[in-house]
């Protein structure tokens, strides 16, 4: 196998309690290069339009990439691949050191299919893999699962794992890996479909490494851009994500009031931003694998009510979706929010939103005290927000039904509620307005697995990359050129999530050297041309899978209080974007039909000959185009 690779991958089934290994061809490796680009292709494959994601046929994949484990810094991560419980792509990401332990046990990947009858965890090392018992595990959050599994199998092992949340099959159910420092894949409902497999935790130790095809010309090349990457990011690794809180708001970009308000006080936001959080509970930085920056946050809370509070600390999209979306202003509460979010193995995005939606729907007397459980869940309510966590976590009450997610409880619910429910297929928004960056419209409309700003398309609006042809920042709050960044940083975006690369560089981080470190690492002599086109290739795939699910441009679209409701005041006011035109302008530039279809010629183009058979069985007329 090239360098770079193990070249295989660990296939569990825990229907027959079994385990095989799987190559990795080096053709398969180049057209799809690794973490969720590998994992589109397997997925694709390997379920069907029919398959129930929370049923034994799905498929559960953690994938790794070829930067995973080798000199190259920022690219200790891996993708977490499966159906979603929403019944769409699900692909998550996530930091830590777990991905790169997992590298070091010999394997790429792993792949799990089937159910176990009983709970059980795996613990896999570069001498073997064994299925243990995980009775004594199951209802256990995920902090005293991680310390409980680590000393079963080595207080050097890295544990990813699941809490009550996704035991209970919440469809906003994380997968935490690295204990109390708290790295989660956490959106789309990952979690769900590991407990939907009796999967509790998986345990990884080892001490292989892959081969490198160049060692000394990748060790030059990393010399020369680390000091300009450690430059760039000491923001972040002064105050984390959360140091965007001001700057952001200021923008109108982080969310108020459930995204029905263009600003919120200074005082209030100055109270959960980064530099207050710096200032105050900060004990130190969290550095994941390979990491120059030391983004993570770890905290402790001496003192009140939320004494005894530590680990890892809220990141920027938790501190908006319990702060300013909530209208909550203690950063503390905020914190014991995450803490147990963590804990229960809970999306924040997707709980924080729940309950701001929850505050809208019990101030327009949609939901009364008796739906609620007597909790006043009137905004700015720290305590009823915490209260509500907890029913979430456990699946009780109004939590049962809000840990469904918005658009199914708007839909339980009903009076109106689905105006407020902020939703793209399914799953929440993130922290980020289209209002304040008109790509977020398209890109969110677009995004394989609902909304989602991993495509990155607003750092064009923030900052250039000139090796993709944007010497400059495109201008916010305005539609033109925002569909085709979207169509050229979803597919480059792509590839950092394939080969495991940090995006918190993927603006300092020159295309160039991207590519160089790749065939450093693998020996490949991959141009630019060939390397976006790997992350074209994954796009389609990821979309055509969608599409096999009925999924079209009448699903690309988004909640009518951000095309409609345009504010007067804060960062974003004045502008609404115009989706429809956005999403014509994309689809031409994907080569995709008006209807979001990707073309079979456009398929055949890219070596996608099952997927142009898909699209032209379900849609024949455009065989012709």
Not at 266 to 287: C, H, R, V, W
Not at 292 to 307: H, N, W
Not at 378 to 386: C, I, Y
């Given at each position: ?29 180049r ?36 930067l ?36 070091r ?39 005293e ?5 680590k ?5 050097k ?88 809180v ?58 009140g ?40 193995g ?25 739906d ?48 407020f ?7 929440e928004?993130?922290?980020?307005d ?92 991959m ?62 530039h ?14 055949r ?21």
């Amino acid at each position: 196998m090239t360098g770079g690779y193990m070249g295989r991958l660990l296939c569990v089934d825990l229907t027959r309690g079994t385990w095989t290994d799987r190559e990795i061809s080096e053709e398969l490796a180049r057209k799809y290069i690794g973490g969720s680009g590998l994992g589109a292709r397997l997925l694709f494959d390997q379920t069907r339009a029919e398959t129930d994601p929370l049923g034994e046929d799905n498929v559960l994949m953690f994938l790794t990439g070829p930067l995973t484990e080798t000199a190259v810094p920022m690219a200790g991560r891996y993708a977490v691949v499966t159906k979603s419980p929403l019944g769409i792509w699900g692909e998550g990401d996530c930091g830590g050191s777990w991905g790169s332990m997992l590298k070091r046990t010999g394997y790429d990947g792993i792949l799990v299919v089937g159910r176990s009858e009983k709970p059980v965890y795996l613990w896999i090392t570069d001498e073997g893999v064994s299925l243990r018992d995980a009775g004594h595990l199951w209802g256990r959050d995920t902090i005293e699962t991680d310390e409980m599994v680590k000393a079963e199998t080595s207080a050097k092992a890295v544990v990813a794992c699941i809490g009550p949340a996704g035991e209970k099959l919440a469809k906003m159910a994380i997968v935490l890996s690295d204990g109390k420092h708290a790295r989660v894949s956490g959106r789309g409902g990952v979690g769900a479909v590991m407990g939907s497999k009796k999967l509790k935790a998986i345990s990884v130790y080892g001490a292989r490494k892959p081969q490198i095809a160049r060692p000394e010309a990748l060790k030059a090349l990393v010399k020369s851009f680390v000091p300009r990457l450690q430059e760039a990011t000491k923001a972040f690794g002064a105050y984390g994500t959360a140091g965007a809180v001001i700057k952001n708001a200021n923008l109108g970009d982080m969310p108020v009031k459930n995204w029905s308000s263009g600003k919120w006080d200074d005082e209030k936001l100055k109270k959960i931003s980064g530099q207050t959080l710096a200032e105050t509970i900060l004990t130190k930085k969290y550095y994941c694998k390979g990491c120059i920056v030391g983004c993570g946050r770890v905290i402790e809370i001496a003192d009140g009510p939320y004494a005894g509070v530590s680990g890892g600390g809220p990141e920027y999209e938790t501190l908006g979706s319990f702060g300013s979306l909530c209208l909550i202003d203690d950063l503390n509460a905020i914190s014991m929010a995450n803490d147990l979010c963590n804990r229960y193995g809970m999306d924040t995005v997707s709980v924080g939103a729940s309950i701001a939606f929850a505050m809208e729907a019990y101030e327009k007397g949609t939901i009364g005290k008796k739906d609620t459980g007597g909790i006043d869940l009137a905004w700015g309510n720290k305590d009823a927000a915490l209260a509500m966590v907890h029913q979430i976590g456990r699946r009780e009450g109004l939590g049962r039904l809000l840990g469904e997610g918005v658009k199914r409880a708007s839909q339980e619910i009903g009076g109106g509620s689905a105006d407020f429910a902020i939703e793209v297929k399914g799953l929440e928004l993130p922290m980020h307005d289209p209002r304040s960056m008109g790509s977020l419209a398209v890109l969110y409309a677009t995004y394989p697995r609902g909304a989602c700003h991993r495509g990155c398309s607003y750092q064009l609006e923030r900052s250039g990359i000139a090796e993709l042809g944007y010497e400059k920042p495109l201008e916010r709050q305005r539609d033109e050129g925002k569909a085709l960044i979207n169509a050229v940083m979803q597919d480059y975006a792509g590839l950092f999530n394939s080969l495991k690369l940090c995006q918190f560089v993927i603006t300092q981080l020159k295309p160039s050297e991207v590519l160089q470190c790749l065939n450093d690492v693998t020996g490949w002599d991959m141009d630019l041309s060939e390397l976006m086109r790997a992350g074209e290739r994954a796009s389609n795939v990821k979309r055509m899978y969608n599409v096999r699910l009925g999924y079209t441009r009448k699903d690309d679209t988004l909640p009518q209080r951000i095309l409609s409701e345009k504010f007067t005041t804060g960062g974003a006011a004045g502008y609404l974007p115009n989706l429809e035109k956005m999403l014509d302008e994309y689809y031409g530039h994907r080569r995709w039909s008006s209807d979001g279809i990707p073309l079979p010629s456009t398929l055949r183009e890219l070596g996608l000959h099952d997927e142009a058979e898909v699209a032209a069985r379900m849609f024949p007329d455009l065989s012709r185009n």
